[in-house]
């Protein structure tokens, strides 16, 4: 059986796991070792099958836990060379986690451990941003979690997706009316920020095809959103196109701190 579990998603912290009886990775280790074997044991997953871990970005919320995580599962870890420099210099990882570090040419396709995985660069204010494409044996994952804007590349590897995880971070009235100094709203707002929730949904307007399974809403704010927001922008969007969810296809926000599971 394979599994995609959303282990934590949002400003506390972002991981996700793809794995099956041969293999098992994890997308982002925002979160420590602890919560991610409780949480993975929680599923009836064992966290020792992790075999490989992924890093988007050099932020906080997905690297805080990769010390604590490489060490005590002591796996590769893969990122650019560009990354794994920022993560060296990182104050949550540092030049000597126990992980091995194995760099991934940006926007090359590889194969490791029979997961084809391609990477490309998002738009973002951290020291670089990959969404990656992962095809686990067949089943075709988009990853796209804090990014500014949807690059114009991105939309091929959606085209080929069953699933996107794809952020949808706030909505714009309550960025814009919420407590946020101007500075970090317009940070949030502009190329290198975040997706909202209309943007998201205009991505998703754009990249749907019949083949696509599942949407999952990632990353939303604390402050800036709500679920039941984030979901009625994508819902409407996939209505406009005569889409119903959930015959067509799924929809669904990642939560927070708790597992989401799909089986595939
Ligand atoms: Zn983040
Ligand atoms: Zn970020």
New binding site residues.
Partial sequence: MARFLSVSSGSNGNCYYIGNERTALIVDAGIGFRTLKSRLAGAGVDVSSVEMVFVT?D?A??VRGLASVAQKLSVPVFTTARLHDALSRNRYVGPDFAGSRRVLRPGFETVIRGVRCVNFEVP???SQ?LGYFLDFFGTRFVFMT?LGRVPEYAYRYCAEADYVIIESNYDVDMLMRGPYPPDLKYRIIGDNGHLSNDDCAAAVRRFWHPGLKGIFLCHLSKDNNTPSLAFASTFRALGSMGLSVPGDLQLVCLPRSEVFSLEF
């Fill in positions: 970005h932020h919320d997905h973002h204010d951290a941003t804090d």
